[in-house]
């Protein structure tokens, strides 16, 4: 079973809506984080979680708020969707080290 | 000026080739480097770090030059199972695990 899961895989959805994509892991890492990949932008942080108390924002933070529910879940929110958060979303795991693992991705498109 | 810059490709090369990826950063005071590999449509994985004196794993070997600010990643005797995108990835806060600063990665083929 993989380490890091994320719910949904894929999801078209229109604008306004309010869309929820879901990580958990199993790795036993207190730190968290959420990535959207955009093409020729790479990946950019929106939120990291380093406990289930501790919330920061990223780089791209707007328009996104995020939830860790427990050690091994962290959720995030669209509040209300728009076009220009179509993306490839990936959540990441770490420990105290440098290494990042990272679940296989949500393919978000906002119609 | 982007925080980590790379060339886009992509590369296209034959297998058994020789080829390295260039990578700059901006932030003088980074003290982390690593190469991730991403394959088509899948997760970033990490490949390797990267140390001021240069590091070897099996065909890839990586660079680092601080005064330049420069990181390379280089690929010999190139596999077709090599080919993927390869993200170069900076600490963003030097001394931290906060944060990681992606480039928008190198895109490499390997032809039959």
């Known amino acids: 079973d993989a380490d890091v899961t994320q719910t949904p895989r894929n999801r078209i959805t229109k604008t306004g809506k309010r869309i929820m994509l879901e990580c958990s892991q199993t790795?036993?890492?207190?730190?968290m984080y959420w990535y959207r990949q955009d093409p020729g932008l790479g990946l950019r942080l929106i939120y990291y979680s380093f406990d289930v108390k501790d919330i920061n924002k990223g780089e791209i933070s707007d328009g996104y708020s995020v939830s860790r529910q427990a050690q091994a879940k962290f959720s995030l929110s669209l509040e209300s969707a728009i076009p220009n958060q179509t993306a490839l979303y990936f959540c990441?795991?770490?420990?105290?080290?440098?290494?990042?693992?990272f679940g296989p991705g949500t393919r978000l498109t906002v119609t | 000026r982007k925080e980590v810059e790379q060339d886009p490709g992509p590369f296209n090369v034959p297998e058994g080739a020789t080829v390295a990826f260039n990578c700059t950063y901006s932030?003088?005071?980074?003290?982390?480097f690593f190469w991730y590999r991403q394959d088509c449509r899948k997760e970033p994985k990490l490949l390797m770090s990267?140390?001021?004196s240069g590091n070897e794993d099996g065909r890839f070997t990586a660079q680092l030059n601080r005064a330049s600010q420069y990181i390379s990643l280089l690929i010999r005797d190139s596999k077709l199972s090599d080919s993927a995108t390869y993200l170069c990835?900076?600490?963003?806060?030097?001394?931290?695990?906060?944060?990681?600063?992606f480039g928008s990665g190198t895109q490499l083929t390997v032809l039959p």
């Open positions: 990835v900076v600490n963003k806060l030097p001394g931290s695990a906060r944060q990681l600063t």
């Open positions: 932030n003088s005071a980074s003290q982390s």
């Open positions: 990441a795991t770490s420990d105290l080290g440098y290494e990042q693992y």
């Open positions: 790795k036993g890492h207190d730190r």
């Open positions: 990267v140390y001021s």
